[in-house]
């Protein structure tokens, strides 16, 4: 929306910007990121976008927008967007080409990797500024200790594998980076579908919930069928079927187990008797 305090009349008030002269980070002429803000744009009001360009195996680094959420659209080229549900413990996956977008919600830890030379993307936030927090500041500002003591692991080998990141990446390898791959890994080339749904590895295996209304249902059905018989039987003696006319007998010998109590509630008394 429009920013509701803007003096429309005003000689500085702008409606135009040149994104090619607002680079936000650039590692190289095929890798680099312009940014379009309120500060940029002053009539922008609740809006902002990254204007993204990646060659293959690049990665915009794992990271969190605290303060918008963020719609990733593909102009041209490939992409692998990645992001972590908080609260499903699931990391989800999406291979999207030109037209499809992907929808980060705010604050969710998230991260891009082009799969093909000359890609670009568009990420749209609903903040006049978007606020980038990436994983290198973490890794790099947080003691080596903290992490080695809070997840058990050795302190020296932490040190040895975060020595190298001395400033924030954001594109990611970072230029003078000596570790070569044969080819950069790709969700795509693992997953068939545009969009995957992929647990940890080591994430422990999810027990789905007792559906307690099946239950329900089917107990219900039963109860339902036995009635039907019973009525048919009577029908084919001549004896009108009622209640009462069964009700001498032993509750065993009429359901043919043992007697249980009537479903009443929520019926959770019934089920803790079946287990």
Known sequence: MAVSYMDFTSPNVQFSFDLNQSTFIKKDNR????LLSVNELNTLGNASLLDIFLSR???IEPHTHQNASEIV????????????????KK???????????VNVPQGWWHYEMATVDNTH???????????????????????PGVFAHTYCLDKAKVQEALAPIKGS?????PANCSRQEAAPPSA?????QPTAEVSYPDEQEHIQPFDWHQLMLEQQKRLMQQQQEMFEQKQAQGTPYSDTAVSPQPEEARHGGPARPPVIGNGWD?????F
Do not use: E, H, W
Not at 122 to 140: E, T, Y
Not at 270 to 274: I, K, Y
């Open 31 to 34: 890798n680099y990121i312009n």
């Open 188 to 192: 795509a080339s693992a997953y068939s």
């Open 270 to 274: 019934f089920f803790g008797n079946l």
């Open 57 to 59: 195996g690049n990665v």
């Open 121 to 143: 993307l568009l990420a749209v936030f609903d903040a006049p500024i978007p606020q980038f927090i990436g994983a290198s500041d973490m890794l790099r500002l947080t003691p």
């Open 73 to 88: 659209y593909c102009i041209s080229g490939a992409a692998d967007v990645s992001l972590i549900n908080p609260f499903t």
């Open 169 to 173: 990446v954001v594109i990611g390898p």
């Open 91 to 101: 990391l989800l996956q999406y291979s999207i080409k030109p037209g499809q977008v």
